[in-house]
Structure formats: structure tokens, C-alpha cells
């Protein structure tokens, strides 16, 4: 004879199983944690460091400091020591004039710098420790906000480009071999629109999308590319070899969405750059987007009362590669600028800040900046 169970009975069984493994879920997710390893303070005894917008991580732990006021690629040690200044100033050969975006190739050692004084990108080959060997120059890049070497021969460039029937786009594919372009995102997906007239409409005759800013950043991990506009916290994914495209993004309450005010508006008609950016800093404005094998992360700035509030800092959300949202980690630095590089290879998190620095004395007091790198190791 078997067993009698109540219907009730079950129900309250399968519910508390259910909320036990939703529990346990939860408890595995947010057990991932990015702790800081080492904090590392670059040299500068016989250097200036003048400004650093992109930077690169070798295979063996070199820091590529692509220097874009000083015209030149600081490369230093895992411990913050310098190695070499390569380059200078110049239109030649082993020169930059505004040398912006770099990406580095742990495989083939390919250093990749896009150059916009000259409007070309220049392909570097890495040779020893601290060297480079020019390889080429390529004159048909259009200017990139960011680089990626997808393999030795292609590259994902971030980058405003008309493609056929002047229908624009904003990352595409580029071979360094054949010249070929393959473009993956249209302009109007970029900024959440549903067609190439609305872009235009909303674009180019007086709407308030291009007051938020026009930023983008990419990455890439296998088959899959991944973008984020600074404006929305939306990241849209490409799937290389089908070019289909999806997009996931979870709006936390640290996220404070970006929207044209007046004050804005105002500032930008009356060309007040640091108005502009004050009440920007007000806004979550998307920072950058970084993919490896297990993450996708996003991150974004912690919103701020205005340029002199000191309360800044960070926001990194972490994604499953297939959109899971599995948690939000803030930092606090008090810095000016901090830019970020995680390695496909391992899960370490690399995050370049320059700091101000007041130093008094009987005499005078001294103005500068502390460069530091933070390394982070995510680990669940």
C-alpha cells in the first residue's frame, strides 16, 4: 500500500526546495569578490609621465604606458620600475605626434598603436623585456576609440565609420593583411534607436542624445564582441560569426542613468567644457566594457555632486559571458582619471589611476600627479 501525501504537503515540500536552491544560487554568486593583490606606484625619478588614456598588460606582467603627452611608450616593470622610454615626438619612424589607443598581443607580441597626430596605426613587434620593432604603418584607419587583436591578422577596431549607402556604424572588423572591413554594429543600435532615420533625426536635428556624449567601448572573447555607450548601461553583443545581435544590462540602485538636462544643454551651446563635465559627473556615465573567458564587466562611474566632489569612485559589475548578471562591486579611489585592462588568460583586473599630488614645503608647494596601478584578482 503505498504512502498517503497530502496535496498541501507537497506543495510546502516543493516550495521550500525551491527556496533553498535559489538560496544556494545566490549564495555562489555573490561569492565572487575582486580583491586587491598589489598596489604598484610607477617610477618617475627619470621620467615625466604626461597623460595615459590606454595601457597594456604583457604576458609577463610588463605594464605598456602609452604616454600621449610625452609622445612615447614607458614600459615598466611588474614592480613599477622603469625600463625604457621608446619613441619620441615626430612625424618619422619610431615617432608619434598624439599617440591615443594601444592594444597589446600576448600571442604573436604584436603592440597595435593608433596614432592620431598622424591618423594611421602603427604595428609594433615586441623584442625582449623593454623593445620595439616598428613593423608598419597603416594610413586607412579611421581614428578608434579602442583597439582589440582578435588573432594575428584581424583586429576589432571601436570607431565611428560609414560603411555602404553612407550607413554608419560604430565597430567593425578590420584585416591588417587584405584591408577588408567587416562592420557589426549600425550607429542606431549603439544609442537604443530602431532604425538608420530615427538615428538621423535624433542625431543631427536638434534632439539631446549627442549632449549625453558619444563615447563606446568594446571588447571581445571567443565568438562573441561586446559594446556599451557611455549614456546607457546596456551592453550589446555580437556574435562574430553570425552577427547576430542581443543586449543585457542590469540597473542597480548605485546607477544614476544619463540625461541631457538644461544645465547641459546650456553649457555645451556656450562651449563650458568644465560646466559640461561637472554636471556630467552628476551622471553613472559608462566607463568601459572588458571580457575574458569567464566575465563580461562593465563599469561605470560613481555618481558625484559636481568636478570637486571628492566622494568619486567606481562601480564593476560582473556578467556571465551569456548575460547573467552575477554582481556589483564598488571601489573608492580618489583619483582624476583611472583606466582599465583585464588579461584573457587569467582573471586579473588592471586598473591604471593618476592621483593628484600636493606637496608643501617652507618654500613652495609642488603640483603633480601619483601614477599608481592597482591589481585586482576576481575570484569566486
Not at 115 to 124: A, C, E, P, Q, W
Not at 162 to 176: A, M, P, R
Not at 307 to 331: A, M
Amino acid at each position: 500500500m503505498s504512502p498517503c501525501y497530502s496535496y498541501h504537503g507537497v506543495i510546502e515540500m516543493k516550495l521550500k526546495v525551491t527556496i533553498f536552491c535559489i538560496f544556494i544560487m545566490v549564495q555562489f554568486l555573490n561569492a565572487l569578490d575582486m580583491k586587491l593583490s598589489k598596489r604598484i606606484t610607477f617610477s618617475e625619478d627619470k621620467t615625466i609621465i604626461g597623460g595615459i588614456y590606454s595601457f597594456a598588460v604583457t604576458e609577463d606582467g610588463y605594464f605598456l604606458l602609452l604616454d600621449i603627452v610625452m609622445n612615447d611608450i614607458k614600459i615598466y616593470s611588474p614592480e613599477g620600475k622603469l625600463e625604457k622610454v621608446w619613441g619620441r615626438k615626430g612625424p618619422g619612424p619610431n615617432e608619434f605626434l598624439s599617440p591615443f589607443i594601444c592594444n597589446y598581443n600576448d600571442f604573436n607580441k604584436n603592440f597595435y598603436v593608433m596614432d592620431f597626430g598622424k591618423n594611421r596605426l602603427i604595428v609594433l613587434k615586441r623584442e625582449g623585456k623593454a623593445d620595439f620593432k616598428q613593423i608598419t604603418e597603416i594610413i586607412k584607419i579611421r581614428e578608434a576609440m579602442k583597439i582589440s587583436s582578435i588573432d594575428k591578422d584581424r583586429l576589432l577596431i571601436d570607431g565611428y565609420h560609414l560603411g555602404k549607402e553612407s550607413k554608419s556604424y560604430e565597430l567593425y572588423i578590420y584585416n591588417t593583411v587584405s584591408g577588408e572591413k567587416t562592420f557589426l554594429l549600425p550607429s542606431e543600435i549603439k544609442y537604443g534607436m530602431y532604425s538608420m532615420n530615427e538615428y538621423k533625426s535624433n542625431m543631427y536635428k536638434g534632439k539631446k542624445v549627442n549632449y549625453i556624449g558619444i563615447l563606446g567601448f568594446s571588447d571581445f572573447y571567443g565568438d562573441n564582441a561586446y559594446y556599451v555607450w557611455e549614456g546607457d548601461l546596456r551592453i550589446i553583443k555580437i556574435n562574430l560569426k553570425t552577427k547576430m545581435i542581443n543586449s543585457f544590462g542590469y540597473k542597480t540602485s548605485n546607477y544614476k542613468q544619463p540625461v541631457c538636462t538644461s544645465e547641459m544643454e546650456k553649457s555645451k551651446k556656450e562651449m563650458n567644457h568644465k560646466a559640461y563635465l561637472s554636471e556630467k559627473a552628476r551622471m553613472s556615465c559608462l566607463c568601459d566594457v572588458l571580457a575574458n573567458k569567464n566575465y563580461v564587466i562593465v563599469i561605470y562611474n560613481k555618481p558625484r555632486k559636481d568636478l570637486n566632489d571628492q566622494n568619486s569612485g567606481f562601480f564593476f559589475q560582473f556578467y556571465k559571458p551569456d548575460g547573467t548578471f552575477i554582481k556589483e562591486i564598488g571601489i573608492k579611489e580618489d583619483c582624476i582619471d583611472m583606466r582599465f585592462y583585464l588579461k584573457k588568460n587569467s582573471n586579473e583586473l588592471f586598473c591604471f589611476m593618476a592621483t593628484p599630488k600636493i606637496e608643501s614645503n617652507s618654500d613652495e608647494e609642488e603640483y603633480g600627479d601619483i601614477h599608481t596601478m592597482l591589481k585586482f584578482k576576481v575570484t569566486e
